[in-house]
């Protein structure tokens, strides 16, 4: 197969919304199980697929630069773990005024296993300085911004993808950060970021630098472009804030959104993930009031990924029906009814609506 073969055959089933740079959702069924398979896992790119010379370079504030390659990320203790990614533009087509930015529904989610060696374990053998703040990782990813309204003030033509994380979650064994290699048991393919990539647990996706090239010790921190300028909560009415954890939320994924049932009672499944804590309750509501329903929550499978949840429902009327799930994290953390406004339209986990018809 030829790469572009190879890249139209990984595209195949998921729902394009951007050719170039290749931006696509997930089809509904890749939230139905535990994992999502890799086919239908979401795709996510600020710039066109890069080449990638196979080797990662470490550098900055640390006492033994080094240059690793992918049989050296091999030879490390492998870390598996499957890990719910969202990204924090998911949701944004239901945010007003509409913000710029790509327009994802709401199925720039998903969940894969992933295996790597564990970034502070990596980080161990460079030798960090003390003076360190951030680990700032960089994409073999670059070019001419495709969203041009959104940059006004920078060099547009020449964009690194680059981020940084704080130097104590990077450095924090719990955090469980991968440089992951596989994604459900195979190499990663190019556009989940091949040959290496992170994988930051909790957070919002953007801080899992994909086609991973250099990673630094900073001792100051970090500002570039998709630091500052993009993945800030621009709130209209307080301080701005970065981007970070995934903020808690519920889908119900089945009935399907238009259903038409002709039974009197039916079990409604779903998932709910956060950034913030494991899922602590899932209720349901089944008529617009707020009567709130406890669902049944299932526990959570691994710390990194959705949970399952399910709730009966009988005695079903004929007519419209209202369904709507909310979750609850275990910070206290409860979706909102509103999309939380914001410029460029990050983080949208207000609570979800559809309609299910009875016969
Ligand atoms: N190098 C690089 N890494 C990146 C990006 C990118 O554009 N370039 N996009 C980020 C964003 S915004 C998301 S949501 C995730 C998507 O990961 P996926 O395509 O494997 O689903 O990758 C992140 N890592
Ligand atoms: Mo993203």
Known sequence: MTDTDELEAARAELVMINPAPYNAEAPPAALVGEVTPTELHYVRSNFAVPDHDGTLEIGGAVGTPMTLTLDDLRAMPAHEHAVTLECAGNGRLEMRPLPTGEPWGDFAVSTARWTGALLHEVLAKVEPAATGVEVLAQGADHGAYHLQAILPETDQDNLTFTRSLPIGEALDPSSGILI??????????????????????????????????????????????????????????????????????????????????DVDSYTVHGKAWSGTGPIARVEVSLTGEGDWQPAQLEPARGEYQWQDWSFTWDSIAVGRHTLRARATDAAGNVQPDVPPWNRLGYGNNAVEVIYVDRR
């Open 180 to 261: 992951a290699y596989e994604m459900n048991g195979q190499p990663l393919g190019r556009d989940h970021g091949s040959p290496f990539r992170l994988i930051v647990p909790h957070w919002y996706a953007v801080a899992s630098v994909k086609w991973l090239k250099r990673l630094d010790v900073l001792t100051e921190p970090y500002s570039g472009e998709f630091q500052t300028g993009h993945y800030i909560y621009q709130w209209p009415d307080r301080a701005h804030e970065p981007v970070r954890l995934m903020r808690v939320r519920a889908r119900i994924t089945d009935p399907a959104p238009g259903t038409v049932l």
